[in-house]
């Protein structure tokens, strides 16, 4: 007897909501920003956690016309939705595999070094993008490697480089600057690209032909002064799988590290470490889930799938009521330690509608 396909699994029992119109108002905030350059976007580790297939169509439906990631596996998703000639590959290439691939898929990548361009070169290449490093030493070709034959013999759309500094303000940034405009004669390219989300903040002398955020799209803060401008696009929430009264003395989670002083009601909630609710965002005294306009604190280690929270201020809560996890980026950032980044990076696939 063939084995039928199981039917489909029930509802989740947590859930991401991805504002798609926020993130189409940020990116065409940002675009406005980039006075007369073009706006592409970072969509790299899944759209910053958020979802390939729900964040790169709204993008593309914005206008937006440039997808910056960072591996091969990453573009040939990406291109289920848009031009692959509109993709680019920051990792570049490094095996033979990977410009086989380029070459056949029409995805193109970002050259990184004399190598990375012989290699280009040598299978026959074609047009492609170039990262400078004017001073992160991350990828990039050194300003003093632009002369080598097999790079002058790229077909270079964009020259792109990248700042190490654009969400503070450090000297380090003009540097870059002024190393990217020199290093820009002395290679033919028809466009050049230099900020990232941050670095649209800093003036359009930054903003060249074509700007690159990323963390702003999907609602993060890089820079203070573009806190009214950007808009939440992630909410997270979860539903209650468990409610229980325990007694004075009695303990919660893992390593008993919560102690009741008293009795109290609990519930465990459907949203663990796996999910990209980390432990460092379950700090005690700190952390907590919201319902309505109640807050109900976190109690002991937050473990793999669930977390278990006080619901002294709601007591009336049940099975399967949602409560909303807090994800105003930029305080959860200073609450856990972690960054703006992280916090969206971690976002685990059990949250990602595919
Ligand atoms: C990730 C990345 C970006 C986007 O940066 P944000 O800080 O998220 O705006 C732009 N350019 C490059 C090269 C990147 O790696």
Redesign the pocket.
């Known amino acids: 007897m063939p084995l039928s396909a199981p039917p489909p699994p029930p509802p989740a029992t947590l859930r991401l909501i991805v504002d798609t119109r926020a993130l189409a108002a940020n990116w065409r905030t940002l675009d406005r920003l980039s006075g007369d350059a073009a706006t592409g976007a970072?969509v790299?580790a899944d759209c910053y956690g958020l979802g390939v297939a729900q964040c790169v169509p709204a993008l593309r439906e914005a206008g937006c016309g440039a997808f910056?990631v960072?591996h091969w596996s990453e573009a040939a998703i990406v291109a289920r939705h848009v031009d692959p000639a509109s993709i680019a590959v920051?990792h570049g290439v490094i095996t033979s595999a990977e410009v086989d691939y380029a070459m056949a898929s029409g995805i193109v990548p970002v050259v990184n070094s004399p190598e990375q361009a012989r290699l280009w070169n040598e299978r026959g290449g074609g047009r492609c993008h170039l990262m400078i490093d004017t001073g992160i030493n991350r990828l990039g070709i050194a300003p003093a490697d632009l002369g080598d034959p097999a790079v002058q013999a790229l077909d270079i759309e964009i020259a792109?480089s990248?700042l190490a500094c654009?969400d503070e303000e450090s000297p380090m940034n003009a540097r870059q600057l002024a190393a990217f405009r020199d290093a820009l004669p002395r290679i033919a390219h028809r466009r050049a690209s230099l900020a990232?989300?941050?670095g649209i903040a800093l003036g359009e002398g930054y903003a060249f032909d074509l700007t690159?955020?990323?963390?702003?799209l999907y609602g993060g803060v890089?820079r203070d002064e573009m806190a009214e401008m950007i808009d939440p696009v992630a909410k997270i929430e979860a539903a209650i799988l468990q409610v229980r009264d325990i007694a004075k003395g009695e303990t919660v989670g893992y390593n008993a590290q919560y102690t009741a002083p008293h009795a109290m009601r609990v519930a465990t909630v459907s949203l663990g470490y796996a999910d990209g609710f980390l432990r460092a965002r379950g700090r005690p005294g700190h952390a907590a889930l919201h319902h309505a306009d109640a807050r109900l604190p976190i109690l002991g280690k937050v473990s793999m799938d669930m977390i278990v929270v006080d619901l002294s201020a709601m007591p009336g809560l049940k099975e399967g009521d949602w409560l909303e996890v807090p994800f105003d980026l930029p305080r959860a950032a200073l609450e856990s330690g972690l960054s703006q980044?992280e916090l969206l990076t971690t976002i685990g696939a059990r949250l990602r509608q595919t």
Do not use: D, E, I, V
């Open positions: 970072a790299k910056f960072a920051l792109l990248h654009a990232n989300g941050a690159r955020p990323g963390l702003a890089p980044y």
